[in-house]
Structure formats: structure tokens, C-alpha cells
């Protein structure tokens, strides 16, 4: 399912607060901030996008890991985010779809 995901199912989200899953124990809101196209010279299906959620973590952050994100029409889906930097209000982290 996740190889059919496109931008278009997140866009309609942008600046919506969803819950990102970092293990049985640790769920914490997430808003999302950003639903990009990436440039690729690959033959590919759909088009490589990245997301990009912000927690309200303000002193800790998570490594890079696979955490579930809850999409409200999509359900539980399990993407490799990356910790891309503080923002003054929370913790940055991009999943990428190519």
C-alpha cells in the first residue's frame, strides 16, 4: 500500500495535527507542515514526494526510525523518518516517498 501513497493524500492534511507513533509506549502529536513533489529522472509510477510533521518536542528529539503515522483515510502507516532539525516550536522530521 505505502508504493501507492501520493502527494495527494496528504496535501488535504497540510496543517492538520495527526498522531505519529514512535513505539507501543510514546504517541505524540504531529502537525503537518509540508507535502513536496521530488525531482526524479527514474521511470517511476507516481511522482517521489516527501512529508514533513513537527512534533512539540522541544529538548529531545528521536533518531531516525520507523514510526507509524496515523492517516485519518490511509490508517496506520509505518514510514522511515528522518529528525531534520528544530523549528523554535518543535522537533522537524521527513518521511520520503520515492
Not at 517511476?44 to 520507523?66: C, G, S
Amino acid at each position: 500500500m505505502l508504493d501507492q501513497l501520493q502527494a495527494a493524500d496528504f496535501s488535504p492534511l497540510l496543517h492538520q495535527t495527526l498522531t505519529l507513533r514512535f513505539s507501543e509506549e510514546v504517541s505524540l502529536p504531529a502537525e503537518l507542515m509540508e507535502v513536496r513533489e521530488v525531482n526524479s529522472f527514474t521511470p517511476l509510477e507516481r511522482k517521489p514526494f516527501a512529508i514533513i510533521v513537527r512534533t512539540d518536542q522541544k529538548t529531545h528529539y528521536y533518531n531516525q526510525t520507523i514510526a507509524v503515522l496515523e492517516h485519518p483515510e490511509k490508517g496506520d502507516l509505518p514510514l522511515f523518518f528522518v529528525p531534520v532539525g528544530f523549528d523554535g516550536q518543535g522537533m522537524l522530521y521527513e518521511a520520503v516517498f520515492a
